[in-house]
């Protein structure tokens, strides 16, 4: 996820429609105890050799009309050396 992709969210106006196209298929949609649409996409960016890694996390949340309501971004940073198989 490119940071400038994420500053244009807008709540209220950004779309699941326009979050699919930046984002790709998300991976997975499931709704909340009032009734709203929730939405998951995770990036794993893994180091050459296994060395380094990097998650994101975005999690959409979506009114009746599938616009968006609010949103969080999860970053992290894996261990440096991957040991084992």
Do not use: H
């Amino acid at each position: 996820m490119e940071q400038s992709e994420l500053q244009a969210l807008e709540p209220g106006t950004t779309t699941l429609s326009d979050m699919k196209q930046s984002f790709g298929t998300p991976i997975s949609q499931t709704y909340d105890t009032e009734g709203n649409l929730v939405v998951n996409w995770t990036y794993v960016y893994v180091g050459y050799m296994n060395i380094g890694s990097e998650q994101q996390s975005l999690s959409a949340i979506f009114d009746e009309d599938k616009v968006l309501e609010k949103f969080n971004v999860m970053q992290g940073n894996g261990p440096s050396v991957r040991l084992g198989p």
